[in-house]
DNA sequence: ACCTGAACACCGTTCAAGT
DNA sequence: ACCTGAACACCGTTCAAGT
């Protein structure tokens, strides 16, 4: 029994860096996220990473080619509806495993492996369906900006459930129905009740895109 | 003559420290945005601030509920439909000029005034409009999504302007297009033609939305 | 009431030194 | 080749002290 507390990966590498702080970030969020904590649920001291990693850039970006690996490849073997309904259903659940992705995807530029071939697979499944480039373009464009735009939403508002977050709720549509008359009904009225399920304001948005992309790509 | 280099406005307040907050995240970026250079800009010593916000939390949520009170809000003169497409165009129009009020947006909870009454005044004219709580919701939702999430994205993709970008978009393309023939051809054939304007893509997903938004309050 | 300086507990990263 | 410890230039925030 020479191994301290940590587990120390028979070699590190820099995926087991990447894989660490996707791990740590679940757990603890992305603002706690140093190079020093790293380290030590490593085993290794903060410095050691820089054997591996440039700097704490590479392991961000590392971080979201990551998440990108996990969403589902769209089957070609599928209309191709069903199949982009799958992947914004997917995303949305990789996004829900991993809050900080989205947070992350703003600063970072430099895509890696894993997101070019998921577009790339995208696209191809768009393009054999009958999409023009054009059409494939606009398509993309619309369902991630809103996939990801949902999911960013989602991260603001806070839980629902819990009756401690309902009571608190309930208490600040109370002090402000006055002054945001509309915004309280809507609350009180909608968001408030009992069977609410926000995954279904995510359905409703997805299928008109959907829809419209139908559309779109047989003109009436 | 006795004010120092920085101009000391005549008592600074909480707005004060905010609109400096702005100001510099314009010009350096957020990731520069600290309490100290927040001090220097407003020739004070960082610890003054402390007097008047409690917490770098409370000059964040200011920053994003002056961003949201330079939204238009949307008119009732109109009809819904054109109210609602330049509410979405001025809102990234917005975006354009706070870079990172996107960003910030994702890890901010507590909505300012400015916030609430935008939205406030967005659901009572929907609703004014013949909007059901339920299609009301959805319509905020499915819009809201998709705007934060194409502003999302296009912070991301860097500009196509430029000579030098476009080199270098080229030689990339070229460097992956036996890896990923379907973004190569995308990039090469759609993204880089001469006269592609990313403000289209834009607007075509919303009028999508705005279209499927139309009809399901008129279903056939 | 508002501002200051020193201090605390953190950051990312560099660098010379070890094995 | 990989890891370490000390150091540098930063953070946000607290606190006692000043006016």
Known sequence: MTEPRARRRARLNRDKVVQAAVDLADTDGIESL???????????????????????????????????????????????KSAMRRRAISIRQVMARHPWAI???????????????????????????????????????????YIYGFALQERNVPSVTGETARLAKLLLTQLSSDEYPHLAELTVKHVLQTGYDHGNEFEFGLDLILDGLERARHPD
């Open 34 to 80: 140093s190079m020093r904590k790293l380290g030590v649920a490593l085993g290794i001291e903060a410095m050691s990473l820089y054997s591996h990693v440039a700097n704490k850039g590479e392991v961000l970006d590392g971080m979201i080619d990551a998440v990108f690996g996990e969403i589902d490849a769209p089957s070609s073997r599928i209309k191709w």
């Open 103 to 145: 947070g992350l995807m703003e600063s970072r530029t430099a895509p890696g492996p894993a997101t070019l071939r998921h577009h790339d697979t995208v696209i191809g499944m768009l393009r054999a369906a009958g999409f023009s480039i054009e059409l494939a373009a606009h398509a993309l464009s619309a369902l991630d900006s």
